[in-house]
């Protein structure tokens, strides 16, 4: 599986972002897909996750509230609606891929996008 990410930019706080990950092969219905992110200076954190019927998601305490995760399995692709945006979201957020567990850890990630840069100025 081959993971594309977009949909980063620069947005002020309070502000509105979607990202997109675009997964290619016919068995993305079959993983559970996430999203971790990797601010400056820190090291690489989960954000959220979603299963593969998509009627179960689970967030990080941090966005819980302000982030949504969806999938459309028609489309291949995984999307992080991010609301009420604040600084302290400024990071590189990466799409990952899971096969036989939810990617909570990066232990437990098959796959990973490349990073989409996210920056919020305050």
């Known amino acids: 599986v081959q993971l594309q990410a977009c949909g980063g930019g620069l947005v002020q706080a309070g502000g509105s972002l979607r990202l997109s990950c675009a997964a290619s092969g016919r068995t993305f219905s079959t993983y559970t897909m996430g999203w971790f992110r990797r601010a400056p200076g820190k090291e690489r954190e989960f954000v959220a996750y979603i299963n593969w019927s998509g009627d179960t998601t689970f967030y990080a305490h941090s966005v819980k509230g302000r982030f949504t995760i969806s999938r459309d399995n028609a489309k291949n692709t995984v999307y992080l609606r991010m609301n009420s945006l604040k600084p302290e979201d400024t990071a590189a957020y990466y799409c990952?891929?899971?096969?036989?567990?939810?990617?909570?850890?990066?232990?437990?990630?098959?796959?990973w996008g490349q990073g989409t840069q996210v920056t919020v100025s305050s």
């Open positions: 990952a891929a899971a096969q036989h567990s939810s990617p909570y850890l990066e232990r437990d990630v098959d796959y």
